[in-house]
């Protein structure tokens, strides 16, 4: 059974750092893409990134709203999915999914609430 | 960047209606759109992909139609588990959700 466990969130002043970590289980973790999304409450989902697979050298591409703040990589030996963010505004604020593949995202994670506020 | 325009913004239908929900596209995305699902409180999931590909364990009463910068997604008859708000989402030139679609019973 594929699962995916986000972990990390919280309460962070305006300027801070925090590092969202995606534990997966359940599949053959270097042979996926894997993205993470954001949710502002009662707002769209926004995608925020991705990291290829094994195949694809596990490179990145970012939503420009968040390149150079944000970086996403990897920990293969672990099957661990990270998503560090610094600089953190208000406009951060949101529930962070992660999901596998980098399109047609085919499970989820439960979600993980961040709070940017002073 | 690509824009996704949804529409209606709202929807409230009878059980066994047929439901349609808009998606557009500020540019050509060929075939490469998504819709997913997401209830209140839970991660969203994926109904259908690449236009018109019903995912695994999907009713049937699901279905995706569209090319190019117009697509569907349609309800056939709608059922009380099916109320929840619906994103399109694009992954041809970069990666967009739509504003959603909140579909509710009348």
């Known amino acids: 059974e594929v699962k995916l466990l986000e972990s990390g969130g919280g309460l962070v002043q305006p300027g801070g750092s925090l590092r969202l970590s995606c534990a997966a289980s359940g599949f053959t973790f270097t042979d996926f893409y894997m993205s993470w999304i954001r949710q502002p409450p009662g707002k769209a989902p926004e995608w925020l990134g991705v990291?290829?697979?094994?195949?694809?050298?596990?490179?990145?591409e970012y939503n420009p709203s968040v390149k150079g703040r944000f970086t996403i990589s990897r920990d293969n030996t672990q099957n661990i999915l990270y998503l560090q963010m610094n600089t953190l505004r208000a406009t951060d604020t949101a529930i962070y999914y992660c999901?596998?593949?980098?399109?047609?995202?085919?499970?989820w994670g439960q979600g993980v609430m961040v709070t940017v506020s002073s | 960047d690509i824009q996704m325009t949804q529409s209606p913004s709202f929807l409230s239908a009878s059980v066994g209606d047929r439901v349609t929900i808009n998606c557009k596209a500020s540019q050509n995305i060929n075939k490469y759109l998504d819709w997913y699902q997401q209830k209140l409180g839970e991660a969203p999931k994926l109904l259908i992909y690449?236009?018109?590909s019903l995912h695994t364990a999907i009713p049937s009463r699901f279905s995706g139609s569209g090319s190019g910068t117009d697509f569907t997604l349609t309800i056939s008859s709608l059922q009380p588990e099916d109320v929840a708000t619906y994103f399109c989402f694009q992954h041809n030139s970069g990666w967009t959700f739509g504003g959603g679609t909140k579909l509710e019973l009348k």
């Open positions: 990291i290829r697979n094994k195949a694809n050298g596990y490179t990145t």
């Open positions: 999901a596998r593949r980098g399109y047609n995202l085919d499970y």
């Open positions: 690449n236009t018109n």
